[in-house]
């Protein structure tokens, strides 16, 4: 069974999640402590559980998941794991982070195009690698099989999704990643969103007003 933690870092109160498993191996997703202070909340949290890094792995590439990429990444000496596809807006976070009045610091290189893998692997646990373009056109969720946790980053949060009015971002191809790809995962699969706090695909298919709008033109057509 894996361990999930949660951290909320820098203005935009976006949620990191580091995961692991029995043998101590973790990986960091959507890194984005944006302050000393932050970093060593996210170095005590590793320490403190004897833990090693071995990735961190975004969900996609907007500023406010990659805030720390670049200090996780030199201080555990592991890849960084995202689409190339979202590459632009790496490349642009100054700019998406001034627009927010925050100052985004260096980004890191891209070691592993995570388009090219099916998992993602720690210790003894595989994530799948689901695509969910939409928010932006790389976004990827983690699902975890036997604990039926999924990191779905910005595509979908408690009762709302992610926007689709930045560059990248397609309303038609978001709702179509959800109806596709997530809500068949099942009813008691949890969600960890990138933004806000958990929930579960049982909840979002009855109360998130996006998909029940979308599920109810569907049944209405049919």
């Not at 500023?63 to 590459?87: C, M, Q």
């Amino acid at each position: 069974m894996i361990t999930i933690k949660r951290l909320i870092f820098n203005p935009i109160q976006e949620n990191t999640y580091v995961i692991w498993d029995q043998t101590g191996e973790c990986v960091i997703i959507d890194a984005g402590n944006s302050s000393p202070h932050e970093d060593r909340a996210l170095e005590q949290l590793i320490e403190s559980n004897n833990l090693k890094p071995v990735a961190v792995v975004n969900t996609h590439g907007h500023f406010d998941h990659t805030l720390g990429a670049a200090y996780a990444t030199k201080r555990f000496n592991i890849p960084f794991v995202i689409s190339r596809k979202d590459e632009f807006l790496i490349e642009n976070a100054a700019t998406s982070g001034s627009i927010f009045g925050v100052s985004t610091g260096p980004m890191p290189r891209i070691d592993t195009d995570i388009d090219t893998l099916a998992e993602v692997r720690f210790g003894q646990t595989a994530l799948k690698v689901i695509a969910v373009p939409g928010h932006t056109p790389g976004h990827i969720a983690l699902y975890e099989p036997e604990s039926k946790s999924l990191f779905t980053g910005d595509t979908l949060f408690r009762e709302s999704i992610g926007r689709t009015d930045l560059p990248g971002g397609d309303y038609s191809w978001i709702m179509r990643s959800i109806l596709d790809k997530i809500v068949p995962l099942g009813d008691d699969v949890k969600v960890y969103p990138g933004h806000g706090e958990e929930t579960d695909i049982g909840h979002e298919t009855l109360y998130n007003p996006f998909i029940v709008e979308v599920l109810a033109n569907e049944v209405r057509y049919e």
